[in-house]
C-alpha cells in the first residue's frame, strides 16, 4: 500500500488540500498549473510555486539519507 502524502495552503478564507499517494508527484504539480490557470479560483502561480517548493523539499529530506550510503 502506498503512503498517502498531503500538502496544504490556507489563503485567506480559502483552503486548499492535495492529498495523493507516493510517486504521484507529478499529478499533482500538473494540477498546481491548472488550479493556477483558472481565473476563477483564488489559487494563483505563487501558490502553485510554493507548494511545488514544499514538495520538492519533503522529496529531498527523503532522498538525503540514501544519497548517503
Known sequence: M???RQLSLVKGTDRYVF???CGHEA???D???RLASDRSTGFDWFDAAVLSYQMGRRLE????PISKT
Open 2 to 4: 502506498k503512503q498517502v
Open 19 to 21: 492529498r495523493y499517494p
Open 27 to 29: 499529478d499533482v504539480v
Open 31 to 33: 494540477r498546481f498549473a
Open 61 to 64: 529530506k527523503e532522498l538525503e
